[in-house]
């Protein structure tokens, strides 16, 4: 290694990195904060963690611009899955947990009140210039146990709660990057407080509490091209008081208490993704959320298939929407929904499902929007993967149900509603908003 | 190299990586095998190919988790012109051959009759958990030649046969990744069975028999990114029994019997891609495909201007659509359809070309799509790229063309056709559809 | 470095890397020519820059196909914030320069009159075949300075101006990449003649004079997922003579003369963008632009809220378009549109701004775009991010400003509008366009 700011973590004489990769990493930052001391010539540099189990205890703390730590794996497998194997079985596996260039959490976060202390990754820096171009890419942190949270959840590796976090950031900043990378079995898996020019994308994120938090306020960023799926009790995407998001290209799978949920956000996009859910409220625009573009969403509705989960839900029912809407100006347009519906557990029972929802505000434009809304399959499996590709493949002729396409709430007035159901299928009050049916088809 | 999971394959000290890179792979999984041997600590490793030519005689058997295979360029440049070149003017050309990180997969499947025994990369396991987390990223797999297969092709080099495959999964596998490869020259590019939460992003994949096939089963999964475009008589994307798919933001060019195929797929998603393609039947939707969006893509049916292709063809008619759908509840919202025609050469002669032809099912929702019919200009090239720019490119105002915009069969029926074609450019029976014209634009 | 075709820039025994990385990248090239030699067995190189600041005194030459040129940081950060800070301020910063791989482009344009000249990187290669598969990947170039460009402003680091481009393809090229990029104070980014497949990808172009220019001709590339903005008087994405160009997932910012211009280009696509701007002519497809799809954008036009740029704009009125259209049988579907008006600031005084004009041409097709138009919330700040993260966020219920949603010039015949804006809001001769307005929502 004849270049200075390239470092690799297994070849740094300070700490051993098997056992506390944090401790390595911090003693690798010092060093590059002593040889860069000026104003002028900080390059940063890049932290290479080759595949391996890494165990950290320490947590990282970064406050220097321009400083990539990179992987050489992503290093997901389904920890949820193996948690529900009973352990007789274990030996018979190939593996039992995840892999690549892997951070193991070893933090102890019941022992603090802090959130942030429960982060593998900490990054903050005060005064100015933001700290900037942070690149996070292509290794694995893996929070190893989720633990009894008092709920009576008989497994406790299926609370989805353990106090850590994969990586936070607590402090403004600029143009970083969260790429290629795997995160599983964190109570949180990105947290970052006021974002400008973000990016994450193309990262496997699941298994977490919750996967991406946007805190504090934000703009001109993207969420794009990741595979993702949070716990039943937690956000997959959360956003709040962001302009110019761009929440495109994803697939999200559930569970996720929402897959997408955004709290006065305004000017911002999510359009183009895929989206499965088990619960209502798959996408809320909330908090006077404005201006923002709903479109070309892929957004399936069905039953929760797998037996260690099927007792779980997010509170909400079947009248609050798998897109509910508070705020204004908001363009929904040319959405495809998939409601699948399993008539006999409808909340409130009989209830009739409402698939778009305008909560509150004025002058949504809802337009060209298509909704199937099918009686379920039944059957339900041990096996996460195959009882979900058996739902999902059920090809046979499928029982049509009557559901609301648009609710438009009396909170909610001056909307335009356009070829997003039929007379029938849309409740609003027509003399505070404009309508026009799609129109019908002549009975069989 | 003192760290153990970070293996660069000329370094390596059994066999040699020029003469038979697989040889070499398989000594240092086999390598990995022995030192994670446990259930317990199995990171994988990274395997680095930097760029040279590396023939392949030993095909690469992958049966371990976490593994990356990487290299440094995707190396593709196009077999297809230099071998359509005189060979006496070889001498004058800067290169031969695609470069790059590259594999020359010298295996002779003319032996044996599976077609797995012709890749170069042969992933499976069996048992539990499913093999997870295998990446190839940024390297070359070049099949080298296409063969005669006794189809009275003069160029055998033209005919997209040779029975082999870059990458062939064959078991059931989780999280997988495939980045910024190049494959050429392949009958096969990319083979995958059973996938759940792949990724194939950015990558290019181009004169190859076939390039993409997710084959078996699968679920939520991505095909991002992507240049591609397979040979005239094989498929660009193909995707049977999946559910939870994602396609979008590719660039897919000819020629391709087709460019996205889909069999037995649901609740998927084939949004804001650019297609093109020298036949009917660019996208197909098949085999009771039901609840898919497709949106704000871009499909663009030419004729086929290079002179050494222009005899192909893959058998279809003008009358069969460029987008062509059998199945139940599909959403068709928002896009953009450029047909371009020889009313000359239309099949049968004298029709009037179809472009979207929803042939059987029923419920599908099509509005909002705006096609473009114009008379073809005349001329053809003997360089594929400047005949193909300068078909693109003619910007003289072209005469319109009569099509039908939208043909629903008897066979489909309860479909909503809105805003897809004047009364006059859509032919189906609005006794069992419902219908809502585009408005005429008033006479000239 | 016992391969031979990957080099460090730092290990290589000519030139001193830290002083002229030019003189060094030259020197590998040449010896990767030297060795490969004949016309078979041409792989190419990987060229590798650590972390580090690289001065750039000779222009780098690529003539060889398969050249990967790779760093470990794009290392932007604002260099604009950081020249607009008081100079007595400058020793509080915690650093003055981005970082990274960073090359400092100390070339001096002022001395030639060749715009190549002043390019970082000069790729050119005659004879056959293309030039292909070049990479550049995770470096920053950084053109340092802005120079006084005569035009009276008081900073001359805010001209945008200073001769250097960062990449410049001169001659017709196959299969390029360049992905995750940093670009920061060039006056042009990347500028590329006559592409074919290119891949501009996930990169971080900003406080250049222009972004991307695709010059020439070209095909069937794509420019995705970028974060860009270019200077006030500059191309952010320029095309021209383009078929089969996929724009798309970019989240553009300002300033930028315009986001998106494309001139002479032909069925392609301009979707799934977030675009903000602070002038008009944000889309500009001009030239006999056709067949083009533009769908599913958010578009947000609104007044510069920093003070060193407030007197900047890019000449055009409010009467021009945030999206203007010079061309035939374009589809324009699904956008939305915010316009945030300073009445007192309207130019001409008291006009009715126009959001989607149609400028000349015919056949365009315009479908369920959604305007939302509002009165400016006052105030303007120091800070170029807490300004527009403020004017972002105002959330408070914005009083509605009248617009013209659609205009539809003489010059323009033949087109179709639909639910684009109400009977008030259009404005077009009926007599030779279609039109259907959106249903009006009744009186509050």
């Avoid at 079985?89 to 429960?118: C, F, K, Q, Y």
């Amino acid at each position: 290694m004849t270049n200075k700011n390239y470092y690799d973590v297994t070849e740094w004489p300070v700490g051993n990195p098997y056992e506390d990769i944090g401790e390595v990493i911090n003693s690798i930052i010092n060093d590059i904060k002593q040889r860069q001391s000026g104003s002028d010539g900080k390059p940063g540099a890049v932290i290479y963690l080759p595949p391996a189990d890494y165990h950290l205890r320490t947590q990282v703390l970064i406050d220097i611009s321009f400083l990539k730590i990179q992987g050489s794996g992503h290093g997901f497998t389904s920890s949820s899955i193996r948690f529900n194997v009973p352990e007789n079985e274990w030996a018979n596996l190939h593996e039992l947990w995840p892999g690549g260039s892997r951070i193991l959490v070893d933090l102890d976060p019941s022992t603090t009140d802090e959130e942030s202390d429960g982060a593998a990754f900490y990054v903050a820096r005060e005064g100015n210039p933001r700290i900037s171009s942070v690149e996070f890419s292509n290794f694995n942190i893996d929070g190893l146990h989720f633990v009894d949270d008092g709920s009576g959840e008989k497994n406790p590796e299926n609370t989805y709660v353990n106090g850590k976090t994969g990586i936070y950031v607590a402090s403004a900043q600029d143009s970083f990057r969260i790429t290629e990378m795997g995160f599983v079995y964190l109570e949180h898996g990105v947290t970052i407080y006021n974002a400008d020019a973000l990016t994450i994308h193309d990262n496997f994120i699941a298994e977490c509490g919750n996967c991406i938090e946007l805190r504090g306020w934000g703009q001109a960023s993207k969420v794009t091209e990741n595979l993702m799926g949070a716990g039943f009790n937690g956000y997959t995407i959360f956003a709040e008081n962001f302009g110019g998001l761009l929440v495109t290209t994803n697939n999200i799978f559930p569970r996720g208490a929402s897959s997408i949920s955004l709290s006065g956000v305004t000017k911002s996009s999510v359009t183009n993704n895929r989206l499965h859910a088990f619960y209502p409220g798959m996408v809320i625009l909330d908090e006077n959320c404005s201006e923002i573009l709903v479109s070309s969403n892929h957004m399936l509705h069905d039953q929760e298939p797998w037996a260690p989960m099927q007792h779980r839900d997010n509170g909400l029912d079947d009248l609050y929407g798998l897109l509910s809407i508070s705020g204004n100006d908001n363009s929904i347009i040319g959405n495809h929904f998939s409601e699948t519906i399993d008539q006999e557990a409808l909340k409130p029972a009989g209830a009739t499902p409402v698939i778009i929802r305008l909560a509150a505000g004025h002058g949504n434009y809802v337009a060209n929007n298509n909704v199937v809304a099918t009686e379920i399959q039944s059957g339900s499996g041990d096996s996460a993967f195959s009882a979900q590709v058996d739902a999902l493949l059920a090809t046979e002729e499928l029982k049509k149900v009557a559901v609301t396409t648009v609710l438009v709430e009396k909170s909610s007035t001056q909307n335009t509603i356009l070829d997003s159901g039929t007379n029938e299928q849309i409740v609003m009050d027509k003399t505070v908003n404009a309508f026009r049916a799609t129109p019908v088809v002549p009975a069989k």
